[in-house]
């Protein structure tokens, strides 16, 4: 047996069968390098409709330092990492997508830096967001700015999943037992010191990425939800401003018609008044109903993914 320490590399894969094969050898030309840890790849199969699974496979057949979950549907990105982070049995882990974004030769710098800087975890965030879609960089940025200023937990733009951590901090990150994951959110709730190591975008080496627009939009709504009530004081606080003016309001009426009679008119303004008012109410209770849609979904206690398959020992 030997007494090096075990790195585990999680990788989850949604349809990642051309990607995969290109990812294996860049990270084993990395575990090669880096002989003086032993290595356990993780691969998760979330579902994936291609051959992704009969390539892990395979992988394994070679290599017994591969093992593998693999889903019994599509449960997301977020299901996939805690599969892996609970599968995982290594005293420094790391999470990589398998597209080849979250470049593995960066991993022996990682490692240098928690073993001899004292840090827990390590992280990566991207510093431009070049081959991406200018609107979707936009809408991206203003999100981070719009949860930073109202959630205590920061979340940091360009942020990716992939980073090294202490086996302390996975253990942590494993006690937030939650259905809503946002693991952004989750990796900066536990804590520990984080150094946050910068690079500039790549684009993935095959395949097509998973996240329409409309995945993201609504990823976004879940780490708001998830990290912060400050939506809901919004509503309250729109509801107090609007009682406000209605009083003012109705003062101004009463002196009004006390001054000058009743002359019957001002209708358009009366429609103008409903439907802004109907607008804010609509929209409060649209903010009430995603807390209350969370918390449903919480309560049922569902698993957050179901394994088919897993490697046989
Ligand atoms: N992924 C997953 N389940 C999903 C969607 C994506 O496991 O439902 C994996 C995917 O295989 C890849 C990683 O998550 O390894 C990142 O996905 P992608 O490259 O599509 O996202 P992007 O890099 O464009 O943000
Ligand atoms: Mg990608």
Known sequence: ?????LISVIVSCYNEEESLPKFYTEINKVAEKMDYLDFEFI?????????????IKKLRTDDK???????????GKEAAMLAGLEHSKGDYITLMDADLQDPPSLLPE????IVHEEYDIVATRRVTRKGEPIIRSFFARMFYKIINKMSK???????????????????????????????????SFVGFNTKWLEYENI???AGETKWSFYKLFKYAIEGIV???TAPLSIAAFLGLIMCLIAFISIIVIIIKTIAFGDPVGGWPSTVCIVLFVGGIELFCMGIIGQYLAKTYLETKKRP???????EED
């Open 153 to 187: 937990v920061e979340m940091v733009d360009g942020a990716r999943d992939y980073r090294l951590m202490t086996r302390q901090v996975v253990d942590s990150i494993l006690t937030l037992k939650e259905y809503n994951r946002y693991s952004k959110g989750l990796f």
């Open 43 to 55: 691969f998760v199969d979330d579902g994936s409709k291609d051959n992704t699974l009969k390539i």
């Open 304 to 310: 957050i993914y179901i394994v088919k398959e897993r």
């Open 203 to 205: 684009e993935r080496v």
């Open 226 to 228: 998830a990290f912060t």
């Open 110 to 113: 990682m490692y240098h830096i």
């Open 65 to 75: 330092r591969v093992k593998f979950v693999s889903f019994s549907r599509n449960f």
């Open 1 to 5: 047996m030997s007494k090096n320490k």
